[in-house]
């Protein structure tokens, strides 16, 4: 066997994956470009930074790093039980949410089954798929959105798991309520429906997402709903790594068979309470993006440039077939955005909502690159 073989040592899905392509570290920009004051809108992170409770809740839990976090997450589940009004038994914590996606996957889908998602959605989900081998089945997008009558006519006898981000990323489009509640009575029992909630917050909190349901509401008639939500977005601690889910008891319990033991590490499940209790934090951000949002559309209207209207905390703008080239030269203005071309979007950029100060810097550099 000559060295290049190793590749096909890997499972048949794993030697045709790609992996996820995350945005550009500050770091990374600064070392290769030599550019210096970044500002990163990105990856749809919290602009105000963590909180001055969760991190000084952060200090005094240092004292205990030697030891193993709770991985019963006791405390954590208490407060989100309580927050939800559901049973401790229905949640299960993950390393981010992106860690329950792929234990579900592993739990429920073999390389017999097909996985069905949106065009356009969150990139995670081809990846846990094609990991366990599943076929993939990928449902055309309507207008940027989910077309749930076609999904619902994508299921087969070989349909496991049915993933819906809600509202999606990169697009920032939402199903609203009668929508939903049609489609998961349509759904069979024996498919798993996963409501991916990353933007709940943003969403529920915004006028133009008239009837956007809570998953948690359908939870009780649908045992075969995972809802699932993160602390890395609204709440502001994606470096922390938490998310969790909320699902049938039974369902929780299979997940729970699978995952690591102490896949929550202690510093994120303690910052996780903090964060949860702390509204006024959370309100803040939110208010700040529903301002820096209609900031940005402002600003693309001014340009003259069209967008696809976002209940998230991030935009997907069209800046024309060099949307790459575009992307590099906001890089060397210092400013990192997302290009998503890798979602069959090859002429937008997805900007993450900032600060009003970051904001006004990307809005600047735009205008600079596009000659605006
Ligand atoms: C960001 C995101 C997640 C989860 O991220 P975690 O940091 O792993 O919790 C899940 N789904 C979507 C659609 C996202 O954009």
């Known amino acids: 066997m000559s060295e290049c073989d190793l590749l096909s040592l890997a499972t048949k899905g794993v030697q045709t994956l790609s992996p996820y392509q995350a945005g550009k570290p500050i770091d990374e920009l600064q070392r290769e470009y030599g550019v210096s004051d970044i500002i990163k809108l990105a990856s749809n992170e919290n602009p105000l930074g963590p909180s001055d409770k969760v991190i000084s809740a952060i200090q005094s839990e240092l004292a205990e790093l030697s030891r193993y976090p709770d991985g019963n997450a006791f405390e954590l589940k208490k407060a989100l039980a309580n927050k939800h009004s559901v049973n401790i038994n229905q949640i299960t914590i ?24 949106s065009q356009h959605a969150f990139a995670v989900y081809p990846i846990v798929t094609q990991a366990v081998g599943a076929t993939a089945v990928v449902v055309p997008a309507k207008d940027w959105g989910h077309d749930l009558n076609a999904m619902q006519k994508a299921i087969s006898d070989k349909t496991k798991v049915i993933f819906i981000a809600n509202p999606n990323n990169p697009t ?12 998961l009575q349509a759904v069979p029992k024996n498919v798993l429906v996963v409501l991916d909630e990353a933007y709940f917050e943003f969403a529920s909190f915004d006028p133009a997402a008239e009837n956007y349901p809570s998953g948690l509401e ?19 601690l994606a470096g922390l790594r938490v998310g969790y889910s909320v699902s049938h008891s039974q369902v929780a319990d299979i997940l729970n068979r699978v995952r690591q033991p102490f896949n929550a590490n202690s510093l994120a499940l303690k910052a996780a309470e903090v964060a949860l209790a702390d509204q006024s934090y959370l309100e803040e951000g939110i208010k700040l993006n529903a301002m820096g949002m209609q900031q940005l559309i402002s600003a693309f209207d001014d340009m003259s440039l069209s967008y696809i209207p976002s209940v998230g905390n991030f935009i997907c703008v069209n800046v024309g077939e060099n949307a790459m080239n575009v992307y590099d030269d906001l890089l060397y203005q210092g400013v990192i955005v997302r290009p998503v071309a890798n979602y069959e979007m090859p002429e937008y950029l ?23």
């Open 94 to 117: 993950g390393n981010g949410s992106n860690d329950i996606l792929e234990i579900l996957t592993r739990a429920f889908v073999t390389p017999e089954h097909e996985v069905i998602f």
């Open 172 to 183: 920032g489009t939402w199903v609203d309520g009668n929508s939903l509640s049609a489609f």
């Open 218 to 236: 359908y939870l009780n008639q649908y045992p075969n709903l995972i809802v699932t939500r993160t602390f890395s977005k609204a709440y502001g």
């Open 350 to 372: 997805r900007i993450t909502i900032g600060t009003k100060e970051e904001n006004t810097r990307f809005i600047d550099a735009l205008k600079k690159v596009l000659n605006k």
